[in-house]
T-cell receptor, first 113, second 112 residues
Framework: QQQVKQSPQSLIVQKGGISIINCAYE??????FPWYQQFPGKGPALLIA?????SEKKEGRFTISFNKSAKQFSLHIMDSQPGDSATYFC????????????FGSGTRLQVQP | NAGVTQTPKFQVLKTGQSMTLQCAQD?????MYWYRQDPGMGLRLIYY???????DKGEVPNGYNVSRLNKREFSLRLESAAPSQTSVYFC???????????FGEGSRLTVL
C-alpha cells in the first residue's frame, strides 16, 4: 500500500517556466514532509522540507505548498533552469521526522533550454 | 569529508549467490538506513537502525539481513540472491530519527 502518492511520473518544462510536482498522503500521523532531489548516478539530497504548522515554505526558487485538510503537498520550482533537471521525490514521516521516511515514486523533471 | 560511503558500487551475482553491501558514515550519526530504488517505485525502506545495537524491519525486508557493526557501519546481506533483488541500493544516515537523511551514492546490483 503506497502511503505517499506522487504525480506526475515525468515532466518536461521550458527554461524559465514553473515546474509543479504533487504529492498526496494517507497517514494523518505524518508531520514532516521533505522533498529530495536526485541527479543521475548520485544519491538523493534534501532540497526543502515543511512541517504542517505552516502552509507554505519558500527557499530561493523552490516552494512547498501544504494543504493539511486535503492531505496534499506540492513542490513549485520557479524560473526552472536546465540545471534543475533531475528526479524529485516527496516523502513523509511521523514524530517530527524521527521515524523513517516513506517516499513517493519520484518525478523525472527535464527542463529544456 | 566523505559522508556516507558504500561499497561496492557495482555487483553482478548469479541467482543463489550471497553478498554483503557495506556502508560507513563519518558524521557521527546515530541512525542508519538501507533503501532500494526501483523504477516507478521510488525508494523503499528495507531495514533501519535507530541507534547502535538496534535494527528494525522496514517495508521490504524479506530476503535481506542487516548488521549494525558499530556506530559508523551498517551492512546489508543477501543470503541467496534472486532476480527480484536487482536494484540500486542506497544507504543513508541521520543525526536524529529521520530528519535530514544523508545518502551514499548507491550500489547497483544485478542478479542474473
Amino acid at each position: 500500500q503506497q502511503q505517499v502518492k506522487q504525480s506526475p511520473q515525468s515532466l518536461i518544462v521550458q527554461k524559465g517556466g514553473i515546474s509543479i510536482i504533487n504529492c498526496a498522503y494517507e497517514n494523518t500521523a505524518f508531520d514532516y514532509f521533505p522533498w529530495y532531489q536526485q541527479f543521475p548516478g548520485k544519491g538523493p539530497a534534501l532540497l526543502i522540507a515543511i512541517r504542517p504548522d505552516v502552509s507554505e515554505k519558500k527557499e530561493g526558487r523552490f516552494t512547498i505548498s501544504f494543504n493539511k485538510s486535503a492531505k496534499q503537498f506540492s513542490l513549485h520550482i520557479m524560473d526552472s533552469q536546465p540545471g534543475d533537471s533531475a528526479t524529485y521525490f516527496c516523502a513523509a514521516s511521523r514524530d517530527t521526522g524521527r521515524r523513517a521516511l516513506t517516499f513517493g515514486s519520484g518525478t523525472r523533471l527535464q527542463v529544456q533550454p | 569529508n566523505a559522508g556516507v560511503t558504500q561499497t561496492p558500487k557495482f555487483q553482478v551475482l548469479k541467482t543463489g549467490q550471497s553478498m554483503t553491501l557495506q556502508c560507513a558514515q563519518d558524521m557521527n550519526h546515530n541512525s542508519m538506513y538501507w533503501y532500494r530504488q526501483d523504477p516507478g517505485m521510488g525508494l523503499r525502506l528495507i531495514y533501519y537502525s535507530a541507534s547502535e545495537g538496534t535494527t528494525d524491519k522496514g517495508e521490504v525486508p524479506n530476503g535481506y539481513n542487516v548488521s549494525r557493526l558499530n556506530k559508523r557501519e551498517f551492512s546489508l546481506r543477501l543470503e541467496s540472491a534472486a532476480p527480484s533483488q536487482t536494484s540500486v541500493y542506497f544507504c543513508a544516515s541521520t543525526t536524529q530519527g529521520a530528519g535530514e537523511l544523508f545518502f551514499g551514492e548507491g550500489s547497483r546490483l544485478t542478479v542474473l
